[in-house]
C-alpha cells in the first residue's frame, strides 16, 4: 500500500479517528507532507514483512498539540535528531515507525518516511492516541535505547535509555523549557525487538477508517456513518455545557453534556483524549474504546479544546485495539482508572479481521476532518 497525495484526505481522517479527540490536528504537518508525496510517495509495509535484524527508527512529537500554529517546525528536526544520533554511533535506520499512529503524530511518522525515502511500518506502539510516554506498548517490553528530541529552533538533547515514567518526567520537562512541543526519535531497533509490543495495522485502518468516513455521501443519517466506522451511536444533540478543571491534573479534565431528545441526557468525560460516556447516569464506552465526537454536517472531528457550548454533535464508540484488551495488565494502563477515573472498563465488541472495508472514495480532494480544505 501506498501513501499518495490522493488518498492523504483518508489517513487524516483515519488518523484523527484513532486520535479518540486527542493527537492533535493533522493540518500543520499535512500542509508540509501533501509535497513531499508529490514528490515522492510512501510505501507502508506490512511489519512481517521486514528481517528480525533490520532496524526501525520510531518518530512522534510530545508536548502541547495546539502550539504547533503558533510555533511551527523548521523542517529540520527529524535530520537534527538523526544527526544527533548518528554522532552517538547509531546507523541509519531500515524504516520509519510512528511511536502512536493517531492525529499529527501519525503525519509525523509520514513526513519522515517521505523525507528520508524510507518505508513506514504499517505499525504503532499504541493503536490509537493516547497521552503518556508510558502508556507505550514497549513500557517495561522494550529498549528504545537512545532517544533525541529535537525543537524547531535547533537544539537537540540525547537521553540515554531510562524508566518509562523517568522518560515521561524528563520529556514533559524539556517541552516546557524549550516552548511547547518537541520531535522524538530513538535510534534503529531491530524488528526481532518490536516484535513484543508492535500494534499491527495501525496506519492502514486509519486510511481505511478515513475513506469510510469521508466516502460517505452528505446528508447520510449519523447512525449509518457510525456503522460504516464499524463503531455505534450513543448520543446526538447540542453540546449544552462544557466544564474544565485545570487544577491538579496532569493535562486538565473536563466534561461535556448533550441534550438528545431521543436517548437522554449524554455526558463526556476528558483529558487531551475522551475518555468515558455516560447516558442518563450509566456509563456505555469508555477508553480504550475509541470515543469520537463528530459534527454530523460536516464530517469535522471535534477536540476537547475546540468544545464549546451549542454546536449540534454526534458522540460515537468505536473498538480500540485489541492488543491493550488481551490481558488484564495491559488494559489497567489504559482502562479509565490510569487518567484517575473510578470506573471499570467499558468496551464494546473487539475488532477482528481487517479493520474495516469501506467505499472507494474519490480522488477530489475534500474536506478535512479538523477544518479547512484537505491538502
Known amino acids: 500500500m501506498r501513501l499518495t497525495p490522493d488518498n492523504l484526505p483518508d489517513f487524516e481522517a483515519g488518523l484523527a479517528l484513532l486520535g479518540s479527540g486527542g493527537g492533535g490536528g493533522t493540518k500543520p504537518l499535512s500542509w508540509a507532507l501533501g509535497p513531499e508525496l508529490r514528490r515522492r510517495p510512501v510505501d507502508i509495509v506490512p511489519f512481517d514483512s521486514l528481517a528480525p ?14 502550539v504547533l500554529p503558533e510555533k511551527p517546525p523548521s523542517g529540520h528536526e527529524h535530520e537534527a535528531a538523526q544527526a544527533a544520533l548518528t554522532r552517538h554511533g547509531l546507523g541509519q535506520p531500515d524504516a520509519i515507525m510512528a511511536l502512536e499512529c493517531a492525529g499529527q503524530n501519525g503525519i509525523c511518522a509520514a513526513l519522515a518516511a517521505a523525507k528520508t525515502g524510507l518505508p513506514l511500518v504499517d505499525a504503532d506502539l499504541m493503536g490509537r492516541a493516547m497521552p503518556s510516554v508510558d502508556q507505550l506498548s514497549s513500557s517495561g517490553r522494550v529498549d528504545l535505547g537512545p532517544i533525541a528530541f529535537a525543537t524547531p529552533t535547533g537544539e537537540v538533547a540525547l537521553v540515554e535509555p531510562c524508566a518509562p515514567d523517568r522518560l515521561e518526567a524528563i520529556l514533559r520537562a524539556a517541552v516546557v523549557a524549550w516552548g511547547g512541543w518537541v520531535l522524538v526519535l530513538t535510534g534503529p531497533v531491530p ?158 465488541p473487539a475488532l477482528t479481521g481487517p479493520a474495516l472495508t469501506g467505499p472507494a472514495r474519490p480522488a477530489a480532494p475534500g474536506r478535512a476532518p479538523d477544518g479547512g480544505e484537505a491538502r
Do not use: K, Y
Not at 273 to 297: C, I, N
Open 53 to 66: 535484524d533490520q532496524g526501525v527508527a520510531l518518530v512522534g512529537i510530545v508536548g502541547g498539540t495546539s
Open 191 to 348: 524488528v526481532r525487538q518490536l516484535r513484543r509490543a508492535a500494534l499491527t495495522g495501525t496506519p492502514t485502518r486509519a486510511l481505511t477508517l478515513g475513506r469510510a468516513l469521508l466516502a460517505a455521501p452528505p446528508g447520510t443519517p449519523t447512525e449509518t456513518i457510525a456503522s460504516l466506522i464499524g463503531g455505534r451511536l450513543i448520543a446526538e444533540g447540542r453540546i449544552a455545557e462544557v466544564v474544565r478543571d485545570l487544577q491538579g491534573q496532569r493535562f486538565g479534565r473536563g466534561h461535556l453534556t448533550i441534550q438528545d431528545p431521543a436517548r437522554g441526557l449524554a455526558r463526556v468525560a476528558f483529558e487531551n483524549e475522551f475518555l468515558l460516556a455516560s447516558l442518563d447516569g450509566r456509563v456505555v464506552a469508555t477508553a480504550p474504546d475509541l470515543l469520537v465526537l463528530l459534527a454530523p454536517s460536516d464530517r469535522d472531528l471535534l477536540r476537547p479544546e475546540r468544545l464549546r457550548p451549542g454546536p449540534h454533535v454526534a458522540v460515537i464508540a468505536a473498538p480500540g485495539p485489541a492488543w491493550w484488551r488481551a490481558t488484564p495488565e495491559r488494559l489497567r494502563r489504559v482502562a479509565p482508572r490510569a487518567f484517575g477515573i473510578d470506573h471499570d472498563p467499558v468496551l464494546g
